[in-house]
């Protein structure tokens, strides 16, 4: 489990004795605080950990409080952050520069620890509610906008992919040779868009609310079948020998939509990545209770640098890019994500320029009740 | 599949705002030997549900004044229109929409983009267990 980000407090004065009992006064927050001498440190120390509130003492040396707080207030990143000033003056001409420079606190030193204490959390507090309360806020801007985009780009793409169809039947007339090729370029480009726009929205629905899972069992072998033939055309056309070899034929409790796609997204791959001539081959094995799917391919391979980068959503590998294989960086995120979710795991193995080994295991039993149940989660 | 009412062969209403849509849907559904009735937003398909009782309703779900959740809670309130098979058509996929559409009381859902034949397999589907 990671910890959440603490609180981070900079408290800056040229005294160390006040620092310390600053230091102290704050201890029982749980916050993690951090020491400046002068206000250079301090605003070099508040643009590098962004701190959630500064204790800063008015009068220092060279750069003062003032400075830091008019400085540091210039920044739209610093705006929010609250800012105390601590001075020995209780005069109304302090009161008004540390207003006018952008603090929210003015404190005179001595001060009583409890009152800092109380000052500095309440002030958190508020901060925290606020930031809260935004990230409600762009929270629900996320969802408002997956769902417009969701319908917006699909919605076209409906009307798109719907006449195409219907003047490729040759329901409105009969095409020439030359106006049918045109019009499967442009429905080959329009479901490519679909896919896209289609892989964006799992993306985005995956980060947002998980990926939900439609069961039925299926044979995995036969999905693995399916997949192998979808890949077969673009194979063909690159000369690669694309093989299935099957072991056994594992009975899976899982969404075969879904598994599908992931099958679908790590074969083609698999052919995307390997040179003319060259071998893919597919294996579905049973081991322990586990059913396994290997790709293997003969293609360019990652390099181990980048070997752990590849799930990350938009992450094109250096030598794809080099020889303009095309991709949008979605596959893979979405593939790993299907896997997950069916509580099986991916490993990949490459070597560059011999191949790449992908293997996918996914657990055949289901104790949770939740799965290898006959009918499929209500829709279907 | 049993046409209500006196018809010849069933009336299927059509309700989608994007009129390039509902021409492609209506198209697809004569080809296929239905009757049509189609209309552009909410109110006008609940006006025609209640008015032609069609033997089968598609509604898009985004749609102005009334959406196609609300067009089925009425359909459904309605003692003359309760029976009537609703298929909703929605461009959105998220789970929650789906489990909305049945809680308003849809018998089915089509996503967008549907295949014709998808379409038809659907509306006959339907009419067919009638």
């Known amino acids: ?380 | 599949m049993t046409p209500s009412a006196g018809r010849v062969r069933p009336l299927v209403l059509v309700a989608d705002d994007d009129e390039d849509i509902l021409d492609l849907v209506v198209f697809r559904l004569e080809q296929a030997n239905y009757d049509v009735a189609s209309a552009t937003n909410g109110a006008e398909a609940l006006t025609l549900a209640r008015e032609r009782i069609p033997d089968l309703a598609i509604l898009d779900v985004m749609m102005p004044k009334l959406d196609g959740y609300e067009v089925t809670r009425q359909i459904r309130a309605n003692d003359e229109t309760r029976d009537m098979p609703v298929i909703l058509l929605t461009a959105r996929v998220q789970e929650a929409d789906v489990t909305r559409g049945f809680e308003a009381g849809a018998d089915d859902y089509i996503k967008k983009p549907f295949s014709p034949q998808e379409l038809r397999a659907r509306v006959q589907s339907i009419l067919g267990r009638r």
Not at chain 1, 97 to 122: E, I
Not at chain 1, 129 to 153: M, P
Not at chain 1, 199 to 222: F, Y
């Open chain 1, 1 to 380: 489990m990671e910890n959440p980000a603490r609180i981070t407090i900079v408290v800056c004065d040229d005294e160390a004795s006040t620092r310390q009992l600053a230091c102290a006064a704050l201890a029982g927050g749980n916050y993690s605080i951090i020491e400046a001498v002068d206000g250079n440190e301090a605003v070099e120390l508040a643009r590098s950990v962004r701190p959630d509130l500064m204790v800063i003492d008015m009068m220092m040396p060279g750069r003062n409080g003032l400075d830091v707080v008019a400085e540091l207030r210039t920044d739209p990143e610093f705006a929010d952050m609250p800012a105390i000033l601590l001075t020995a003056h209780d005069a109304i001409s302090h009161r008004d520069a540390a207003a006018d420079a952008g603090a929210d606190r003015f404190m005179t030193k001595p001060f009583s620890p409890l009152k800092l204490a109380s000052v500095v959390d309440g002030l958190i507090r508020k901060r925290l509610a606020t930031q809260n309360k935004r990230l409600r806020e762009l929270d629900r801007l996320k969802d408002e906008f997956i769902a417009l985009v969701s319908h917006e780009l699909r919605t076209p793409l409906t009307s798109i992919g719907g006449y195409l169809e219907l003047i490729l039947e040759e329901e409105v007339g009969e095409l020439t040779t030359q106006q049918r090729r045109f019009i499967e370029v442009i429905e080959r480009n329009a479901q490519r868009l679909l896919r896209l726009v289609g892989d964006l929205l799992l993306v985005a629905q995956i980060e947002a609310s998980g990926l939900g899972l439609e069961r039925s069992v299926v044979d995995l072998a036969k999905l693995a079948a399916e997949a192998v033939e979808t890949a077969r055309p673009r194979a063909d056309k690159k000369g690669i020998d694309l093989s299935l070899v099957c072991e056994e034929e594992p009975a899976l409790a899982c969404d075969p939509a879904r598994l599908a796609q992931a099958l679908d997204n790590l074969i083609s791959n698999a052919v995307k990545f390997t040179p003319e001539g060259g071998h893919v081959e597919v294996r579905v094995s049973c081991r322990q209770g586990r059913a396994a799917i290997e790709i293997e391919d003969t293609g360019i391979g990652i390099s181990p640098v980048e070997r752990d980068a590849i799930f990350a959503p938009f992450f094109r590998a250096s030598n794809a890019v080099e020889r303009e294989i095309q991709g949008t960086g979605l596959g893979l995120v979405i593939t790993k994500a299907i896997v997950l979710a069916h509580r099986g795991e991916i490993h990949v193995e490459s070597e560059e320029g011999i191949g790449t080994t992908v293997r996918v295991e996914l657990p055949l039993e289901h104790k949770d009740g939740n799965g290898a149940s006959p009918a499929a989660g209500g829709a279907a």
